[in-house]
């Protein structure tokens, strides 16, 4: 396994769009979690799942976001009615679980709406 | 609300010196404090973590310090080389497994 793999690396979309990004973590990881991150910022957290069980999902996470994780591997972030302030990484990590706090990310989904 | 910041957002250091970055956190009920390392273009990598009943931890080349009475929190790094130019981010966990970022700070390491 080479880690969390996020998929496109890019994605320009015109305001308004629906906009759909995967993330495959590390194979035996049960967290799930996304960031969002603007040049200059630390990543804000966004959602967090447990196997398929999403845990917690922050106030930034208008209704236009969605994300799932249906059988526990692979997870999608959904933006519906993109709008420009969007435009910035999405980052997905994964862990193990008890004891670990080391979640290892992947290289993140660039969007920008146009 | 939940807060994390840093004293500076940029630190330059002579390649060999030790670096020291500090952070401010505002959560006393964090259970694990972390350091993360984030190179351009990448997502950040985890670096050492500690967790709220210790004060301090070492790893290979960085130590980290916590410091619960004025919620203070530095990574150092001895014998800083070229590879360690990147932002450093602290980070806090709390027992839900959500982990709050910092804004960063940039290490700039001369040669």
């Known amino acids: 396994d080479t880690g969390v793999s996020q998929d496109p690396r890019h994605k320009i979309t015109k305001r308004g769009q629906n906009v759909t990004f995967r993330c495959d973590p590390i194979?035996?990881?049960?967290?799930l979690y996304w960031y969002r991150q603007t040049l200059g910022q630390g990543p804000e957290f966004l959602t967090y799942?447990?196997?398929?069980?999403?845990?917690?999902k922050s106030r930034l996470l208008s209704d236009r976001f969605s994300a799932e994780r249906p059988k526990g591997s692979f997870s999608t972030l959904e933006i519906q009615r993109t709008e420009q302030g969007d435009s910035a990484m999405y980052l997905c990590?994964?862990?193990?679980?008890?004891?670990?706090?080391?979640?290892?990310f992947g290289q993140g989904t660039r969007l920008t709406v146009v | 609300g939940e807060s994390v910041g840093l004293h500076l957002p940029t630190l330059s250091v002579q390649e060999g010196d030790n670096s020291i970055i500090n952070c401010a956190y505002s959560?006393?009920?964090?259970?694990?404090f972390i350091w993360y390392k984030q190179e351009s273009g990448k997502g950040p990598q985890f670096i050492i973590d500690i967790r709220s009943n210790m004060d301090k931890r070492q790893g290979q080349r960085v130590t980290v310090l916590l410091n619960k009475t004025v919620k203070h929190l530095s990574l150092q790094i001895a014998a800083t080389q070229p590879g360690d130019s990147a932002v450093y981010f602290c980070a806090e966990r709390d027992r839900g497994f959500k982990t709050i970022f910092g804004a960063g700070t940039r290490l700039f390491v001369k040669a």
């Open positions: 990590a994964s862990s193990s679980g008890v004891g670990s706090t080391e979640a290892f």
């Open positions: 194979s035996e990881h049960n967290r």
């Open positions: 799942f447990q196997n398929e069980a999403q845990l917690e």
């Open positions: 959560n006393s009920a964090s259970d694990y």
